[in-house]
């Protein structure tokens, strides 16, 4: 009696185990269910229930265009000026290189172009020195000549002053060599300087345009290789939602198109935009196929671009990579539905 008693007692604790369990599992799941009904309930609220004919929906993500901001030229980061989630503008430094060794480069080539024109002016002075010799050569082969004619002086004396002549009119020549040398000296520093001054402003890692730091690969101290990449830049002026549309709504869009967007998020809000792509080949199917059923699953990508006065308004808030469902009007003559009527936060 006493082991059937010990049983029924050990089968009421099983028992108690389990319905305790059941009751913990159904409670502790409820809490962020009953959170994702309430944010799937207000999603629905606003968006519209049923699509009238002439349109067609499906649902993307916002996206923007990434600029890698890489290092031209090997060395090491000296200063990262901003962090992730900062605005930029265009023109703004964001990084700097190490550019003790790139200074010492410019100060050497900077020196050579003082030598060089040190030289130009030295030849300069001795090309003075050498016509006026020249014009003494000239001077005295003239006399010479008459005297010889004359009678009055030898073969062999006029035979001295064209000689010395000759020996004026080299000096110059050499002397302009030398003069030409020195100004393609110049020409040589100064375009290295030049070279080492592109050298240093490319050593500053600057915004190619105003966007935001989504990343920030490297910090300060760091060596890296030319081509390493810094930061990701997210540009702020090019913003769209990709889609996927079937084929007999991709055929009726025209470039420049409207369309509205309906952001998961913010679902309140009505988002104009405009269909700046329809893709030429399907996705997702076969490259052919024969039947109308299988025509009708081919996929087709949308690009839908929001306006730039708009993202440069409202530019704190738009943020990439949030989800939600794009209104496409396939049926031009059809007036937007009041659902769908553009609505934007005051």
């Known amino acids: 009696m006493r082991g059937v008693l010990s049983k029924l007692s050990s089968s009421r604790k099983i028992w108690r185990g389990v319905a305790l369990a059941a009751a913990v599992g159904l409670v502790l799941p409820a809490m962020p269910v009953a959170a994702n009904e309430q944010i799937d309930a207000l999603i629905e609220k606003f968006r519209p229930k049923t699509l009238p004919d002439g349109f067609s929906s499906a649902n993307g993500r916002l996206e923007s265009e990434q600029v890698e901001i890489a290092t031209k030229y090997p060395g090491r980061i000296a200063e990262v000026l901003v962090k992730e989630g900062e605005a930029v503008d265009q023109g703004q430094v964001l990084a700097r290189m190490d550019v003790a060794d790139i200074r010492a480069q410019l100060s050497a080539a900077e020196a050579q172009e ?21 014009t003494l050569a000239d001077q005295e082969l003239g006399r010479v000549e008459s005297l010889v004619a004359k009678g009055f002086a030898t073969e062999q004396a006029r035979d001295q002053r064209r000689a010395a002549r000759n020996v004026a009119v080299a000096a110059l020549n050499a002397g302009k060599a030398s003069q030409n040398d020195s100004i393609a000296a110049i020409d040589a520093a ?18 190619p345009r105003r966007g935001r730091i989504e990343y920030k690969l490297a910090q300060a ?5 030319a081509g390493a990449r810094v930061l990701t830049l997210i540009d702020l002026t090019d913003v769209y939602m990709t889609v996927f549309a079937p084929s007999h709504v991709a055929a009726r869009l025209a470039y420049d198109d409207d369309a509205r967007l309906i952001i998961d998020a913010i679902p309140q809000y009505v988002v ?75």
């Open 221 to 225: 101290g760091e060596v890296l290789g």
């Open 272 to 346: 104009p935009a405009k269909v700046s792509f329809v893709a030429s080949e399907a996705q997702f199917t076969p490259k052919a196929v024969e039947t109308q059923e299988e025509r009708e699953k081919l996929m087709f990508r949308v690009k839908l671009t929001l306006p730039p006065d708009l993202l440069r308004k409202y530019e704190n808030e738009v943020k990439t990579g949030v989800r939600g469902m794009a209104y496409l009007r396939v049926d031009h003559a059809k007036n937007w539905p009041d659902a769908l009527k553009v609505k934007l936060p005051q």
């Open 190 to 207: 100064r375009a290295e300087i030049v070279r080492i001054k592109t050298v240093l402003d490319d050593s500053e890692l600057k915004a």
């Open 114 to 134: 003082r030598r060089a024109q040190q030289a130009r002016a030295l030849a300069e002075a001795v090309i003075a020195q050498r016509e006026s010799e020249l």
